[in-house]
Nanobody
Framework: QVQLAESGGGLVQPGGSLRLSCVAS????????MAWYRQAPGKEREWVAV???????KYVNSVKGRFTISKDNTKNTVYLQMNSLKPEDTAVYYC?????????????WGQGTQVTVSS
């Protein structure tokens, strides 16, 4: 079992920045991929950014050049640096990790942190 705890959300003006953090209860050595998703009111949850065990990063087109996913293995923490925030970035942001477990792949989620971009 993997437990994830997100933090760093809040209210920010358009053009501002936030850094989200997600602390995992297990070492990243056993983690296959780490990702951030978001869900805006009335919309489905969407993938935002992913960081693989091989340190490959990918982003949804709408955040490319503005968001950066990174990790600190010593702290079992994955980050999402969000710059040049727009009102359409408003959503609950969720941390997700996939871990190889006996018989398959475990899929784990945090509780979410609210990000609101508004003037």
């Amino acid at each position: 079992q993997v437990q994830l705890a997100e933090s760093g959300g809040g209210l920010v003006q358009p053009g501002g920045s936030l850094r989200l953090s997600c602390v995992a209860s297990v070492s990243f050595v056993s983690i296959s991929t780490m990702a951030w998703y978001r869900q805006a009111p009335g919309k489905e949850r969407e993938w935002v950014a992913v960081l693989t065990s091989g340190d490959i990063t990918k982003y949804v087109n709408s955040v490319k050049g503005r968001f950066t996913i990174s990790k600190d293995n010593t702290k079992n923490t994955v980050y999402l640096q969000m710059n040049s925030l727009k009102p359409e970035d408003t959503a609950v942001y969720y941390c997700n990790v996939k871990k190889i477990v006996p018989g398959g792949m475990g899929d784990y989620w945090g509780q979410g942190t609210q990000v609101t971009v508004s003037s």
